[in-house]
């Protein structure tokens, strides 16, 4: 079939020499020496001034991540990585922690420029002091952003705004310092050092990432987001992150992300958690487009990721939407833990996987509370040779009676070398709880191809339009401004329209 | 005008269409009528350039461009429009964004401006109007859970919407009941203009009373063994294909 082969061919020639964000930046950089040691979770904790308690529990961290193997459950493969042979920490140098944008390398605004991160961000990032005084602009939601370049954490916005409901958000190397007590009570509360691999490797040498404390009964008036960027060659990007949503709070976060093009394989390691109180609402969208390596599968980011919520008051919601479009592997279970009783948890993803891209990505629910609800929507995406894997736990404790899950499972395929599967664990162990899933593979069949093609639209337009389609229910659960992004995306990482 | 001359065709290897000579002028109807098998469906589907569909030998022209030498999306922004004997089911797209852009695909394509959603709406509505369809048809999914006659519907809104040159019905009236029939012949009648020119393949004579045709042809076996005017429908009506066979 020809039309199908001319897919395969567009599809295939999508990321060499095409990915958009492949540029580097030249700041100076301030490194730690090369290599893994308890001398560099030192170097690190001294390069942020940390308290000695944080000092004491990255070098907990580390001597667990000793003892600790290498997963190799998920489904999929890559060469054995050598830990000593990365970075651990590289920053940006400030002459001091910047405290307006004038202070931020104009090298560094430009990568963002070059992001596309102006739309309408870098608007917003320009008019720092003023802009934060009305809660909306032409109608639309404003976006506040914490931008992290590397590790470090430069510009933050909106500060003064969310400072005026006793919103907190920061870069959470800077909360250490100003909301010790804050930090220490719920760092590792939700995933714990030694909770699996990465994530101990993360507690013992994570550099920089964002801290959100919603205080009781407030509901934050922007959105809040954060633009991760791996700049550095050969460094690992270890990320942390803790949104804290008090009793009846609520709150929305995007995270998006794109990394420069890279020869060699870095590892990303970033860990997560989310806590809500009573009531509390947390919403956490992610697009992620980091460098998937090239057509024959060289370079390209590990993404071996933990994210977790806990939902720890009653009636609390903890929502994760995630379009999952870059990096070479993507190892990825956002999770909920359902303590409080009549709390919610959902998972939306979208994950693509083209030419030797794997991902092995899914969700746990686990059901503690009475009468917990999750529902799981993934849309699975192969093309080329990609391999995509969707790994799903639902578990119902004894406690929780009356508990219920829905799960949605889809795989699309496009061409014959690609390859979509599908892991779901359920364990229920209370007999009123009711587990559903339902699971569904199919292709981008030649009538539906020739379909759009004859109403005049292109092969391409014609894959964007059926696999957005074949997305829709978990595009509609992002917000407005992100969904028309992640639209935009999917066609971009199907199509070979970059640039 | 459609212009076809010693078109030959085959699909995995079989020859189908086994040279066919074929003039449709501006403004003129045309029926192609014939027995199950006979490539009716073949014919239409080498002229939309479906894959599969191997030409073989033979010319097709349209106004002068050669249409076996386009693919299919630049036939349809040249005029080209087919109407599906079994219309496709895109799962969560919109009826309405699949047929704006759609349409903006073709205007692009003709170098047209493209219209924002409100113009789009404005136009579809009075599509909407005009074929006395219900406006809830913009917000489904493109055909699905649609029944065998909504689709066909559908097909017609699309046409009425993105106002072909050349309309080839393969076999539209199949499974319609008498209602569905009339507005797909509206949906038609309504297009009928100067610089519109129609295929209608079918089966049965029963659409043709809807929509009268300048000229019948009877296709069997892979060519067309007669023609004439619109008795020619009721003839075979009458006596079958058969008896145009044992003439032929």
Redesign the interface.
């Known amino acids: 079939?020809?039309?199908?082969a001319e897919t395969l061919d567009t599809v295939q020639s999508v990321t060499e020499g095409t990915y958009k964000w492949g540029f580097s930046t030249d700041i100076e950089m301030d490194f730690a020496p090369k290599g893994l040691n308890e001398d560099i979770v030192r170097f690190i904790s001294a390069k942020k001034n940390e308290p000695q308690w944080l000092l004491d529990w990255r070098l907990k961290a580390y001597a667990t991540w000793l003892k600790m193997d290498e997963p190799t459950w998920p489904s999929v493969k890559y060469p054995k990585i050598d830990f000593q042979d990365a970075y651990y920490y590289a920053a940006p140098k400030v002459k001091s922690g910047p405290k307006s944008l004038d202070e931020v390398d104009p090298e560094l605004l430009k990568t963002y420029a070059k992001l596309g991160i102006p739309l309408k961000e870098q608007a917003i990032l320009a008019g720092v002091e003023g802009a934060g005084d009305s809660p909306s602009e032409g109608g639309r939601m404003p976006i506040a952003v914490d931008a992290v370049f590397d590790s470090v954490s430069v510009a933050t916005s909106y500060k003064a705004r969310l400072a005026k409901d006793g919103i907190i958000f920061c870069a959470i190397s800077e909360a250490v310092h100003e909301y010790p007590e804050l930090v220490r009570q719920y760092l590792g509360s939700v995933v714990p050092q030694g909770d699996n691999y990465y994530a101990a490797l993360n507690s013992a040498v994570f550099t920089d990432g964002s801290f959100v404390y919603i205080p009781k009964g407030v509901r934050c008036p922007m959105e809040l987001s954060t633009y991760f960027r791996i700049n550095a060659k050969s460094t690992g990007q270890f990320e942390r992150t803790l949104i804290i949503a008090d009793e009846g709070a609520v709150v929305s976060y995007l995270e998006g992300c794109t990394a420069p093009m890279r020869d060699e394989n870095q590892l990303h390691a970033a860990v997560v958690e989310l806590v809500a109180m009573d009531d509390a609402q947390i919403k956490y969208s992610t697009v992620q487009n980091w460098y998937p390596g090239d057509a024959e599968g060289r370079g390209g980011i590990y993404n071996f990721v933990t994210k977790r919520a806990q939902c720890r008051g009653a009636r609390s919601k903890v929502s994760w939407t995630q379009v999952e479009t870059g990096s070479a592997i993507t190892w990825k279970y956002p999770s909920c833990v359902l303590l409080g009783d009549d709390s919610v948890g959902e998972f939306y993803s979208v994950a693509i996987t083209n030419n030797h891209q794997q991902a092995d990505t899914g969700t746990k629910m686990i059901h503690v509370g009475k009468r917990t609800t999750s529902t799981i929507v993934s849309k699975g995406i192969s093309a080329g040779k990609g391999q995509n894997t969707y790994r799903g736990l639902v578990r119902v404790a004894p406690s929780a009676s009356g508990a219920r899950n829905h799960t949605q499972c889809d795989s699309l395929l496009i061409g014959d070398q690609c390859g979509a599967h599908t892991v779901p664990y359920i364990e229920n162990r209370n007999m009123t709880a009711k587990v559903e899933h339902e699971a569904t593979t199919s292709r981008i069949?030649?009538?539906?191809l020739?379909?759009?093609?004859?109403?005049?639209?292109?092969?391409e337009?014609a894959v964007g339009?059926?696999v957005?389609?074949?997305?829709?229910?978990v595009l509609k659960e992002l917000p407005m401004e992100f969904a028309v992004e992640a639209q935009k995306l999917l066609q971009i990482s199907l199509e070979g329209s970059v640039g | 005008m459609l212009k076809i001359e010693g078109l030959t065709a085959e699909v995995e290897g079989k020859p189908i269409l086994k040279g066919i000579d074929l003039e449709v002028p501006d403004g003129e109807i045309h029926a192609i009528m014939g027995p199950n098998g006979s490539g009716k469906s073949t014919l239409s589907y080498v002229l939309a350039g479906r894959d599969g569909y191997e030409v073989t030998g033979g010319t097709a022209h349209f106004n002068g461009v050669d249409l076996l030498g386009l693919e299919p999306e630049e036939r349809a922004a040249i005029g080209v429009f087919l109407a599906f004997q079994y219309p496709v089911e895109l799962p969560g797209v919109g009826n309405a964004n699949f047929l704006r852009t759609a349409l903006n695909a073709q205007r692009r394509a003709r170098g047209e401006g493209e219209l924002d959603a409100m113009q789009f709406l404005k136009a579809a509505r009075a599509r909407l109007k005009e074929l006395q369809m219900s406006e809830e048809m913009l917000k489904r999914g493109v055909n699905v859970g649609f029944s065998g006659g909504e689709k066909k519907r559908n097909e017609v809104l699309q046409m009425a919407l993105l106002r072909p040159k050349l309309a080839i019905l393969d076999e539209t009236d199949s499974g319609l009941d008498i209602d569905a029939l009339k507005i797909v012949a509206d949906g038609v009648n309504a297009l009928r203009a100067p610089e519109f020119s129609s295929l209608v393949i079918t089966h049965y004579q029963r659409l043709l009373d809807y929509i009268v045709p300048d000229r019948v042809h009877v296709l069997m076996a892979g060519r067309i063994v007669k023609s004439g005017g619109p008795e020619l429908a009721k003839e075979l009506e009458a006596t079958g294909y058969a008896s145009v066979q044992a003439a032929a």
């Open positions: 079939m020809p039309a199908v069949a030649e009538d539906q020739f379909y759009c093609r004859q109403r005049g639209l292109s092969e337009d339009l059926i957005n389609g074949f997305c829709r229910e």
